[in-house]
C-alpha cells in the first residue's frame, strides 16, 4: 500500500460498542448525519468491527461492480442462517454462481411477461373484498397478495391461508435482525422470551416451504416453473440438490420474492395520498389507457406515469435501504486503505436523497423521471436493485408487479390515510411502516 492512505475521518464513538449505540437507535439518521458531516468515507466501529460508510457511486460501483471479487456478503447477514441457509442471497463462490444460473431462466423477460397475468388476477380477487369507505392497513393487504403472488408464480403454490401465519413470522423474524443491533448479543442457542418467538416463527416459515416441496415430490413431472427447474436440476456428475438446498433456495426466493415489493407498494399508496396532484394524474392516465379494464403486461409501456410514480416512490423510500459487503483482502477506496475483514456499508436511503443528485431530494416528485433523468445520473446515485453480479435477480419480476398491482387497485379506489396515523419507516433487512398504514378507501365513480 502506499504511503499516503490515513483511516477515513468518521463520529468517535463510545469504547464499548463504538457508534453502534447511535446507529440502533435511528439508523436511517445516523447515516444520513455521517455523511453531512464526515463525507463519502466515513470510518464506523461496531462492536470492534470496522465499517466504511461509502456515499460516492463511483465508490459503490467499484465495491458492487469492478472489485465485486474481493467482497463477500456481511458477517451480520450470514448471521441470519437459520433463516436463509445458503439460498441465492447469501450463498458465495462457485456454488452461489450455479445456484444463479440455474434460477435466472425463471426470471428472463419472457418468463415475467407470463407472470403478468397471474399478477393482474391476483390483484384483482384481492379487490373483491374492497368497499367503499372501508379502513384497510394497506401494507398488510400488500404483503398478502404479493406472498401469493410469488408463491404461484415461481412454485404453482397456493398459500393464501397461510399469508397472515407467514406475514406474523416475517415480522417476527425482521425484528430479531434489528435486534441483533444492541450492545449484547445473546446467542440463539439461548431460549430466552425473544429467541424462543423467533424459532417458533422459522418453524412456520419452514412448515409452508417444507408443505411447497413435499406436494410437489409426489410427481416426479416437470411443471416447466422455478421449482421444477431447481429440483430437477443435476450437476456435473448428475447429482440433484439436496433437501437442505432445495429448501434455502425456496425460502430465500419466497421471502426476498414479497416483503420487499409489498414495502414498494405501501410507501407508493401512502406517497399518493399525501400528493393528491399525483394522484390525480395518475387516475387520468389510467382512465385514459384502460377505461376500466383490468390492465395487462401489454399495457405497461402506455403507463408511463405509473412507472414514474413507482421509481420515485422507491427512491424515497427504498425497500432494499442498505447493502453491505466485507473485503476478502486489502484493498484502496477512494484514496483510504480498507484492510481485509472491513465491512462497506452503501445506503440507497443516503444516496436516493443525497442533494448533489437528486434536486430538493425530500419532495415526491414523479416527473423528474421523464426521459433523460437516468441517463444523466451517475450509475449508483440510484440503485433500488444493487448491482453487479448480485443484484436483485427478481428486478424485472418486481417492477411489473408494483405497476400491475398499482394500476389495478389505484384505477378502482383512491386511498386516504386514516386520522391519526403516525407513518414511520422501520429499518430493518428492509425498509418497512414501522406499525403498517392504515387507508381508507374511496371507490371511484367513472
Ligand atoms: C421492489 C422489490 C425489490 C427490491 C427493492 C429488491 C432489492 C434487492 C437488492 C438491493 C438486492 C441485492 C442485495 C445485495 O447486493 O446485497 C436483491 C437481491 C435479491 N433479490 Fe431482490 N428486490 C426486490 C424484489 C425481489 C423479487 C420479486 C425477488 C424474487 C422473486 C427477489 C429476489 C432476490 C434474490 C434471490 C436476491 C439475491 C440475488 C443474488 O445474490 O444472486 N427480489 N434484491
Not at 140 to 145: F, P, R
Not at 312 to 340: D, F, I, K, N
Not at 420 to 446: A, D, N
Amino acid at each position: 500500500m502506499r504511503g499516503t492512505l490515513h483511516a477515513p475521518p468518521g463520529p468517535k464513538g463510545h469504547l464499548l460498542g463504538g457508534n453502534v449505540r447511535e446507529y440502533a437507535r435511528d439508523p436511517l439518521g445516523f447515516l444520513s448525519r455521517c455523511v453531512r458531516e464526515y463525507g463519502d468515507v466515513v470510518e464506523l466501529r461496531f462492536m470492534g468491527q470496522t465499517i466504511y460508510l461509502l456515499s460516492d457511486p463511483g465508490l459503490i460501483e467499484y465495491i458492487l461492480v469492478e472489485n465485486n471479487r474481493n467482497f463477500t456478503k456481511t458477517r451480520i447477514l450470514k448471521r441470519n442462517r437459520r433463516l436463509l441457509g445458503e439460498g441465492l442471497l447469501t450463498s458465495e463462490g462457485e456454488f452461489w454462481r450455479r445456484q444463479r444460473r440455474l434460477a435466472q431462466p425463471a426470471f428472463h423477460r419472457k418468463r415475467v411477461a407470463a407472470y403478468g397475468e397471474v399478477m393482474a388476477a391476483f390483484a384483482e380477487r384481492s379487490l373483491e373484498a374492497w368497499r367503499d369507505g372501508q379502513t384497510i392497513d394497506v401494507h398488510e393487504e400488500m404483503m398478502h397478495l404479493t406472498l401469493e403472488i410469488v408463491a404461484k408464480c415461481l412454485f404453482d403454490a397456493d398459500v393464501g391461508a397461510r399469508a397472515t401465519d407467514v406475514a406474523r413470522a416475517m415480522k417476527v423474524a425482521l425484528e430479531d435482525f434489528s435486534s441483533q443491533r444492541r450492545l449484547i448479543r445473546i446467542p440463539k442457542s439461548i431460549p430466552t422470551p425473544h429467541n424462543i418467538r423467533f424459532e417458533m416463527a422459522a418453524r412456520r416459515l419452514d412448515e409452508v416451504v417444507g408443505t411447497i416441496i413435499e406436494n410437489r415430490r409426489k410427481s416426479e413431472e416437470d411443471w416447466g416453473d422455478l421449482l421444477s427447474m431447481l429440483m430437477l436440476a443435476e450437476d456435473e456428475s448428475g447429482e440433484r440438490m439436496t433437501d437442505k438446498q432445495l429448501r434455502d433456495e425456496v425460502m430465500t426466493l419466497f421471502l426476498a420474492g414479497h416483503e420487499t415489493t409489498a414495502n414498494a407498494l405501501s410507501w407508493t399508496f401512502w406517497l399518493l395520498s399525501l400528493n393528491p396532484q399525483v394522484e390525480h394524474e395518475l387516475a387520468e392516465e389510467l382512465a385514459r389507457v384502460l377505461g376500466g379494464r383490468p390492465p395487462t403486461i401489454s399495457d405497461l409501456p402506455d403507463l408511463p406515469y405509473a412507472e414514474r410514480i413507482v421509481k420515485e416512490s422507491m427512491r424515497l423510500y427504498p425497500p432494499a435501504w442498505v447493502v453491505g459487503r466485507e473485503a476478502t483482502a486489502e484493498c484502496e477506496v477512494g484514496g483510504y486503505q480498507m484492510a481485509a475483514g472491513t465491512t462497506a456499508l452503501m445506503s440507497q436511503w443516503v444516496m436516493h436523497r443525497d442533494p448533489r443528485y437528486h434536486e430538493d431530494p425530500q419532495r415526491f416528485d414523479p416527473d423528474r423521471w421523464i426521459t433523460g433523468y437516468e441517463e444523466v445520473l451517475p450509475r449508483f446515485a440510484y440503485f433500488p436493485f444493487g448491482g453487479g453480479p448480485r443484484q436483485c435477480i427478481g428486478a424485472s419480476f418486481a417492477m411489473t408487479e408494483a405497476r400491475l398491482i398499482l394500476a389495478t387497485v389505484a384505477q378502482r379506489f383512491e386511498m386516504e390515510l386514516a386520522p391519526g396515523q403516525r407513518v414511520e419507516p422501520y429499518p430493518s433487512i428492509t425498509l418497512r411502516p414501522k406499525k403498517g398504514i392504515r387507508m381508507t378507501l374511496v371507490e371511484r365513480s367513472h
